[in-house]
């Protein structure tokens, strides 16, 4: 059915704080009332999906531009950033999907004449949330609401679509793509992460924080309207007298842990949703007991709809699909049985895995049974900072000097550090992706934010010796040139990027980008080691990683850093609703045994017959989705993995099925999929694609994943 389009007056509206107080529909006690916009998008130049570019747009690897870099428009900025956040979730090659099981093209719905065809008219409404936990900086927590020109009155649905990684709220906008289709309202909530950063001296002062659109200023122009700012203090200015040109990060530098938060942020975006539904339609006649609300996301974004439910249970919240969580399961009564190992997570958090990993993984990279894999090769070619100075086998000469490794033999300590992996849950079904994983730094990346967030450490308490900022062609900091910091809302991830990168301010000689440094305590080029060590002590607490020196600095940051992990921790408890979790068995960013295999077996075990989660294991399937049909091809056999997102958007139908028709959700269970190789998806027929990737099944007799005596088991 066709849908008049949204007449041109309606485009670009401003509202003003004195509609946003309507008596009748009074606003969430945690959005800013003079913060709220909401912009009409009539479907012709640009729309809610992909802000006007289209299928066309979104498939092309050229990013939109900005007519003058030293002055991007708003809307200039939200078509980048919606670019860049849609291709980092899904493959963004039809081969692999695109336009077929997800993009414009697949599915969106028509509208009457001049609407283009793929795009989608409606309005979008954003607001300030108040920072939760906050100690000192100002922290503030955008909300997205798109409402549809198909917005369904007679069956009225709301999805919830958080950002994954760090990013901003955009960093949601493919989930949200199910249910712009569907005819919902999508809610992109932050969560205390997002393009918060704040640039630090003189330098950048014209341009150090981003307002609620991503437009750069300076901090005394944008006030109290700033995304993220640091406070001034006698402290941070003596850090960067020592240490100029950095930049705070708000995920690690927010005072707040705001991980700890995400699924409260997560609620009240949602609330704020309701708001305006009703603002909109001027009906005041949506509310939870009407309206059809499913919380979804990836990775954290699917770690912050498990938080949200777990708060909620059920008041606002009808259903649940996520792919890829990260959570933090707590300590509980129970193990994992997969084949024939037995493992028990004990409760490890995400910050335990990345640690170890940005410890132990760049010397389990030597080994020559992974250099077999087809994918390596071209890896190690692909970035002219990577293994400088032979770095990869320096980290496996400092780790024996050091006594964290016993073999004298180059492949007997790749083998050990392997051995150590194992023994922390990373399992051999992982270990294609360990040498992608050393070139793509993912783990030395993550942890100074999440050690620091985690511990409401600041900027200028510099953890581990590690800082972020723009640094030249030879990796000395530099002041980020004003290109580069207009546009960063619309080009990076939350974290660094766009010429941002880690500096060692404690390697030999002078701070330098982290990938250069030379370790003080082993005098090599070996990645790094002492700030992974480091950060390896404040997860643990185990004071040998820091050759017996731990001083009374380093005790109190690891006890803060374990508080503040211990309240991120989460209960397993969905409250009875009805749930699905997808996970790929091949993941090595959040590992599936210490992560959703975990937190499944901590829900059953405290839900027991109340629960109603499924959970879902493909293989092969991993984490990064947007890289199957790129960097993790096979050179000869093509890709090896299969989408997740072609999942993901099954079981949203399935779920929304259920919640509306009663039809049953599939139990818990492996799905076998086969990966198309080199066989593009449009040239596949419909019973091909099914038959390479199986609906998950009613009845899945060998294939289920059970529950029982305190073991999960997982069919290998």
Known sequence: MKVKPITAAAVAVALSSSVALAGNNPLPSLIIKDSVQKTGYDGVDDDLLSAGLNQEGLESSTPPGFVDPLNPTVAELRRRAIWTNYRAVVDSIPAGGMGLFWGPASGAPSFDAPVV?????????????????AAGNLNRVPVAVQIPENFNHEKPCILIAPPSGSRGYYGGIAVAEWGLFKGCATVLPG??????????????????????????????????GAQFRVRDSKKLRHFLQEHPDRVAIKHGHSMSNSENHWGEFAVRGTEFAFWALNDHFHSHKFKPGNTTVIASGVSNGAGTSLQALEIDKGKLIDGLVVAEPSINPRKDKFVIKFGDDVFDPNGATLLDQIAMMATYAGCAANLDALGEDPIRAPLFGLDPFFNPDGSLENRCTSLHEKGLLTSADLQDQAAEALAVLRANGFYEEMDWGIPAMVVFRFWRILNPFYAAGYGRLQVWENVCNISTGYTDADGYPAPVPAENAKRLFATTSGLPGDGLNLIADAAVGDSIRD??????????ADLNLDAALCFRFLSTGDASLLDGQAGPRDRRNHNRVRAGARQLQSSGNLGGVPAIIITGREDLLVFTNQQSRAYHALNQARRARKSNLSYWEVTPGQHFESLISTVWLDSVDGARFVPLNYYHSQALDKMYDHLTNGTPLPPSQVVRATARGNTSYFDLTEAEIEAQMPEPKLNPGDDAITFAGGVLTVPK
Do not use: C, W
């Not at 330098?203 to 109290?224: H, L, P």
């Not at 990938?515 to 090599?524: C, G, L, M």
């Open 191 to 224: 969560k205390g992460t997002g393009i918060g950063y704040h640039l630090l001296g003189d330098e950048a002062s014209e341009f150090a924080v981003y307002d609620i659109n991503g437009v750069a200023g300076s901090a005394d122009d944008i006030g109290k």
């Open 515 to 524: 990938d250069f440094a030379i370790s003080a305590s082993t005098d090599r």
């Open 117 to 133: 065809q793929g795009l989608i008219p409606g309005f979008e409404y954003k607001a300030l949330m108040k920072g939760i936990g």
